[in-house]
């Protein structure tokens, strides 16, 4: 089994679509650990609906092209995702594979660690929540050094949120 963590953001309907994919992750892989779900202001885009985002950890026995395209894009699919050229789209849900046991990746589909974690808060900051002594492998930064530095006041805390996630997705985790 491998360690993976995954970044989960949505800001169409994101308290039902972080939901749904979150218990749907959970149905085909053991979900460990939610970090505290944040509302953030999308990025670039300041007329944009803000995000629900946070990151999970799960165990995976599945190789990460595999997981990312079997398991992540089938979530997005059913909860109504659509790409465009758009990268900064609205989304129902966004599933991306950021952190994969001690592995790097650098494909055409897939980069891993993900590169974002060094200037991304919302991932940075969840990350760290919930493996606070992790070093980006590749890179030899320690998140608790990253995390640091991207503090940010524009991140909102969404307590109890977090806490129904969690009660809905860590109740079948041992």
Request: charged content about 25%; glycine content about 4%.
């Amino acid at each position: 089994m491998t360690q993976a963590f995954v970044a989960v953001g949505s800001n169409i309907d994101p308290e039902k679509h972080l939901l749904e994919a979150l218990c749907l992750l959970a149905r085909s892989h053991r979900v460990t650990g939610v970090s505290t779900v944040y509302r953030t202001e999308p990025e670039g885009r300041p007329h944009d609906p803000p995000y629900l985002n946070c990151v999970v950890r799960l165990d995976t026995d599945m190789e990460p092209e595999s997981f990312k395209l079997k398991v992540l894009r089938r979530i997005e699919d059913d909860l109504g995702r659509e790409r465009t050229s758009d990268r900064s789209e609205n989304r129902t849900i966004d599933l991306d594979l950021i952190i994969f046991g001690s592995m790097t990746v650098n494909s055409a589909t897939l980069t891993i660690p993900d590169p974002d974690i060094s200037n991304r808060p919302y991932l940075a900051l969840p990350l760290y929540e919930l493996a606070n002594a992790l070093v980006l492998p590749g890179s030899g930064k320690k998140i608790a050094d990253i995390a640091v530095s991207l503090r940010s006041c524009s991140m909102e805390p969404m307590s109890d949120y977090t806490e129904l996630v969690r009660s809905e997705v860590l109740k079948d985790a041992t």
